[in-house]
């Protein structure tokens, strides 16, 4: 998985190569649906950007390959997760288990993302459209260069906040909650007579990735590409712990377009709507029978 924002920030003009004439016509369908409000979109999205190597195989090219063309599909979802108004999102950039890929493949990984990183942090786009990006992960078993480019990011634009974009590299969710557990029983000492009592969700969230007041929110929708139906191991504490809704595409990541993520958006809100009508009905039904029991 890796990720690239080259052309997310530029304005809508034809640079979305050869398909540029179609492409700026679906965008302004789409556009459309969400001025007119016929698509709500979510505040935080996740995508678990699967797919990449298979469809490199499928093709007959190298995983490097793969991985190229599954940043120029992150390029469009991101510029239309910014359009759309989404208020935060967060990719599976590179997991823990990737780690135990060929050696030639995480470095290509980790070339590719450098250079993204690089190329983001002399983007004046970023600043000007006010995105905060962040790094959640261990870093540790980073390239020292990636780990120091992406502190300069986070420092670059650490006061933005129009957008955020969380970025998962080196990330596994399990130990991202053991960790969080661990540092919080570092800090409470058994003389305190509270232990146990004062920890709250908020509190726990604290601790996670990226160890800061300004968390990672609950994720709203939940994206999978490549045909496979589970998380993965991807923000437990966040999506899997809140009512998200979960989405599974058959496509390979770099196959997912612009119709895809409407389709996606479309059925998040039918869903999210038929949750609300039934916590209605089901408050309803409290409210009725509370007070046919106050009447008895």
Not at 197 to 206: G, L
Not at 267 to 273: A, F, V
């Amino acid at each position: 998985m890796s990720l690239s924002l080259q052309n997310v920030y530029q304005k809508q003009q034809p640079e979305f190569s050869s398909a540029s004439a179609k492409r700026l016509s679906a965008e302004q369908a789409a556009r459309k649906m969400f001025v007119q409000k016929k698509i709500v979109a979510p505040e935080h999205i996740a995508f678990i950007m699967d797919g990449n190597r298979r469809f490199a195989k499928k093709k007959g090219q190298a995983p490097s390959w793969g991985h190229r063309m599954g940043t120029q599909t992150m390029e469009k979802i991101l510029h239309w997760a910014y359009l759309s108004h989404v208020k935060c999102v967060t990719v599976y950039a590179f997991s823990t288990e990737n780690f135990k890929r060929d050696q030639e493949e995480v470095n290509n990984i980790f070339e590719l993302l450098e250079k993204t990183i690089r190329r983001l942090s002399e983007d004046e786009k970023v600043q000007s459209k006010n995105i905060k990006i962040r790094m959640i992960g261990d870093t540790s078993p980073l390239p020292e260069k990636i780990q120091k480019s992406f502190s300069e990011l986070e420092e670059k634009t650490k006061n933005n906040n129009k957008m955020y974009l969380n970025v998962a590299i080196a990330y596994g969710g399990r130990q991202d909650i053991a960790q969080a557990f661990l540092k919080l029983a570092q800090e409470k000492t058994p003389l305190d007579n509270n232990f146990g009592v004062e920890i709250s969700d908020a509190e726990i969230s604290k601790y996670l990735f990226p160890f800061s007041d300004e968390t990672v929110p609950d994720v709203d929708l939940l994206i999978r590409t490549g045909g496979e139906n589970r998380t993965s191991n991807f923000l437990p504490w966040q999506a899997n712990g809140n009512a998200s809704t979960v989405v599974f595409h058959q496509k390979y990541w770099p196959e997912f377009n612009l119709k895809d993520l409407l389709w996606t958006l479309r059925r998040y809100q039918k869903i999210t709507s038929r949750r609300e009508n039934a916590e209605a009905k089901r408050k309803a039904l409290v409210c009725e029978f509370l007070s046919k029991r106050a009447e008895s």
